[in-house]
């Protein structure tokens, strides 16, 4: 494959759909969370509030099919099974972080902007 | 609202429903096609290969909602409606084209990750 064909504009591309793997909000908390080293499932799900069991099985085996994430199994009586970025997986952490940043630092004026917004589709309504 | 008790990793803040907004592919591609300047509906659904018009509009309209992209019709014959990134959508402008060159960068290794993973998938079975 030739990194000159990839065009996520196309809809063929099959980057479109990596898009969706990387934009996910899951995806961008999962990483954030494996930023610190290796975490066991219930640690993931505790930082992760709210994420079902299911989604997180999901997306962490969706992640590991990926590349981005590894999983180590050890062979211990409880066998004890982490999680971890890949050296590829390490790369998101900066694009994913910046979008955690800007989601911080910019909700306040979004709100205000919704508000305002709303206010107006009221008055023409 | 203080910054400071902004964070994405609690179920209830509203910063994890906005990163689901600007993680999505299509305003990922859609802030992307209004990188150059103000476009037309008709430009951008163009640009963003397979949107479909309900999509689009869609998505214009939650971007303008957050204050992200500004509407402006122009009073002409036919009317002319263009729409631009306002000065914090253009903020949008780096985090996401880095994810959209990430995806780029990575396509052929985590295609390489999806094939070994089901050859080992498939073997396990």
Redesign the interface.
């Known amino acids: ?1 030739t ?1 000159f064909a ?6 063929n591309c ?3 759909r ?3 793997r ?4 899951w995806t ?2 999962i990483v ?2 494996l930023g610190d080293g290796p975490r066991r499932f219930g640690e993931i799900s505790r ?4 994420v079902s069991q299911k989604m997180l099985t999901q997306t962490l085996r969706g992640l ?5 994430v590894r999983r180590t199994v050890y062979a211990e009586m409880p066998p004890r099974v982490e999680y971890a970025l890949t050296p ?1 997986g390490e ?2 952490q ?2 994913l972080r ?3 940043d ?13 508000e ?3 206010v107006l589709a009221g008055s023409a309504a």
Request: aromatic residues 6%.
């Open positions: 494959m990194q990839l065009d996520p504009y196309n809809r099959p980057t479109r990596l898009l969706d990387i934009g996910d909000r961008v908390l954030g969370a930082r992760v509030d709210g590991e099919r990926d590349g981005l590829v790369t998101l900066e694009p910046a979008l955690e800007w989601a911080r630092e910019h909700m306040g004026g979004v709100q205000d902007a919704r305002s917004y709303d």
